[in-house]
């Protein structure tokens, strides 16, 4: 393989191909199918090399083809690693159906590869649940609980102010070391726990014209793409698909994207104060950076439009892109906005319940009083079950889902283990893989919590996080954070959120009242920080 793509660097491409397809015959005669993905890789670029692009993308598909049946062996803990390196076939794919102009075909590529995995787990969310009546995976469970238990200890004692609850002989050094261990053995046990469940099957990606029927007439949705230098932006509505290539680079883009946040982690450092009054003019002319480099080329399509839709790709998942700004008015004033991680979730449906709201709320030791005081607001609107502090546990998710589900506690991410970000309850930290073994179905899950929307990109595009497991679960739509949020600021929000939602607005819409009755006069760090992800419609009939 290495001789190959040696003589394909030296321009010797005939003799490439001839390596390639003995290369091919082995990897089938022994049955290695991540070497007949790499032989196929290189028949295309050999192909591609010498002009003859049709062949080319026979040998890219059939490349693409054979990660999709590996696909569906791994688990979900196993994929995001084991598709690091495999997006050679994708990328080659879509950048020569924009060379040939052939736009619909690209981002059906694009889509085939994004929507694939979500909806076979959407579709298949039993196959995330570990098979508890074994006695062998029991045993793991409880391993694994009892892990969790001394894992939760140690880090108070590593993390936090030493306290007399928290009295221990350990050292901050060596509890540190305690929870590393604890973190190996858990991700172990869990990964033990998946492979004994069944193989998700990948679904079939919706047509553009399945996404089209979904759309409003004033609905756009504009899908990105990188493949690792340049950036494209696809348009689609009922009437029209269109690509832009967009000027700036990969590189660039994420640059500004890093100056945009660590603004914006410098205003909540200083808090609402001349210094984050400051800071907002720089805010405003980043985000006014970041829309004339993503959204000026295609302004145009911009106009009329009630309903956004975006989605991202890359760094660009770390981006709130209802704070761009157009130089006279952020984003979110201009239309209601939604995230959706693949466009084929469009095509998804959303949960219909009945029943109110189930709400949990947890102080976090009184270090959030508000949250209470939003659990018993939200309560009162809807009604259901209301449960504060020391009862606000795990245990109260593994029951049917009603309308509404809202959790107002302490959540931190992982950022360099999102598997391992939480949200803090009264009996301890609830995972992205506890989330996975519920059946979360709720049509609206708002997350009043730190950084419950923050999450890692993998390759392929793939979100690890809190997020994620809630949508796994079968959540229909999410209200998240992007960064640690003000306490009491968080009421008010919520408070006009859901009154407009039990006016019967859309869940965007009804976001985007609560933000529009912010004081957009301040630093976006202190109004900005809720998105919504899914379903953008509104509740079933109350």
Known sequence: LLDAQVLLASGKSVAAIHSAQDILHTARHSRVPELAHSAHVLLGQAMEAQGNYRRAKREYYAAAATIERLQRGLTITLRPGFMEDKG???????????????????????????????????????????????????????????????HHWHYRIAYEPPTGELSSDLSADQAVQAVQSCERRMR????????QTESTALALAPSLEDMRHHLHDDALLIEFYNDGKHVWAFTLSQHSLNVYPLSITVQSLDQLISQ???????????????????????????????YH?????????????????????????????HLLHNGATYLIEQAEMVVLPTAGLLTHRSPQRSGGARVLAHSWEGKLPQTLVEAQQ??????????????????????????LLHLAAHGEHRIDQPDLSYIHLADGQ???????????????????????????????????????????????????????????????????????????ASKSGALRDAVLASNLDQHPAFWGAFQLIGDAGPLSAL
């Not at 619909?104 to 098979?131: C, F, I």
């Not at 919520?494 to 009154?499: L, S």
Request: with cysteine; charged share 20%; hydrophobic share 45%.
């Open 430 to 504: 609830l995972y992205t893989d506890d989330l996975l073994q519920n059946d979360l179905s709720y049509e609206l899950v708002t997350l009043s919590a730190c950084e419950t929307g923050r999450a890692k990109v993998v390759a392929g595009d793939e979100l690890i996080g809190l997020g994620r497991g809630f949508l796994y679960a079968g959540t229909g739509a999410l209200v998240l954070s992007l960064w640690r949020v003000d306490d009491l600021s968080t009421v008010t929000l919520m408070e006009t959120m859901y009154h407009a939602l039990h006016a019967g």
């Open 293 to 321: 480099a993503l959204l000026k080329p295609l302004e145009v399509e911009l106009i009329g439009r009630q309903h956004l839709i975006m989605v991202p790709y890359g760094a660009l998942h770390y981006l709130p892109f």
């Open 260 to 290: 945009f946040q660590f603004n914006i982690t410098c205003a909540l450092k200083v808090g609402i104060s001349p210094a984050s009054r400051q800071l907002a003019p720089l805010a405003k002319q980043l985000a006014q950076r970041l």
């Open 188 to 195: 172990t046990l869990t990964e033990q726990l998946y492979l």
């Open 378 to 403: 939200v309560n009162m609107l809807f009604g259901g079950e209301l449960y504060c502090d020391q009862e606000a546990k795990r245990g109260c998710l593994q029951v049917e889902p009603c309308k």
């Open 88 to 150: 050679e076939a994708l990328n080659a794919l879509i950048r020569l159906h924009l060379r040939e102009g052939k736009t619909h075909d690209a981002l059906e590529t694009l889509e085939r590869a994004k929507s694939q995995v979500m909806l076979g787990y959407l579709s298949n969310r039993e196959s995330l649940r570990w098979p508890t009546s074994d006695p062998a995976a029991q045993a793991l469970v409880d391993e694994l609980n009892q892990l969790r238990a001394e």
